[in-house]
């Protein structure tokens, strides 16, 4: 029997969109994964193997990722699209689809969370380090915008302080005050943290992994991390680093999933977001450039 070609043809485009529409349906139901408002079937790209750049987890090495050298540049859009309230850390921990919460095996507190995917390369990171003697202890994750807030507030106020000084009293300032809190803090809505991608590890004093245990624990970081998709973005500054914070030798981030959140943040959170937030001191955003020099204020293999 000879099948009408035309009819053979109907039924395999038709098997092929349910296929694709099955590989589409769980990110788009996710809350946490904002497409556009177009309609689904004109995101899709016209053949499968580029389906899988839409995909948010677990295929983010196949992600193009535009050139950032301009801060809210005209480029495509990022094919990993997550909410601009997601970017800024407006979310609860509880209620975060993209975010695990970490086993007290790899953290030193309960209630710690991070990215399924950043914490399943953890893991894998974890056992390696294991085997060679070094623990790799989470001291901070995922942070969301009212935590880094509370943070942030705290240091401004004076209710804790910072180098032995109460900076609402010893810098008057708002620009100077802000500026000496951005040695290690970041302002609420521009902090890696509120992606779940990073992580810091064992200690949160650069002197305690210059010498002993903790120089091992580092040095092993800087041989093995990046094999696990982790990378220091807050080294030493200088030439290489001219701008953002000091280094954080405990900071690590999980690039497969930060550099495209941080290009999609480039191009759609602005300064004006920063400085219409409700923390004390935002609108010292503006002249200390946070996005430009603080954002973008990272080692040149993590942009
Ligand atoms: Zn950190």
Redesign the pocket.
Known sequence: MVLDYTFVKYWAVAISLFICASCQITPVKDPNIVLDANPIEEDLPSNEDSLDKIVPEGKTDQVVRPKTDTIKSNMPKQEIQVSRDFLMGKYRLANQKLFSKIDKTYANTANRYMHKEAYDAFKKMYEAAKKEGIKLQIV?AARPYHQQKAIWSAKWTGKRKVDGENLAKAIPSIKERALKILEYSSMPGTS??HWGT???INNLNNSYFEKGKGKQEYDWLVANAANFGFHQPYTQKGAARPNGYEE?K??WSYLPLAQPYLNQYLQEITIEDITALDFAGAKSAAPIQVIEHYVLGIAENCK
């Open positions: 901070s890696r943290h990073d992580i810091d954080e405990w900071h």
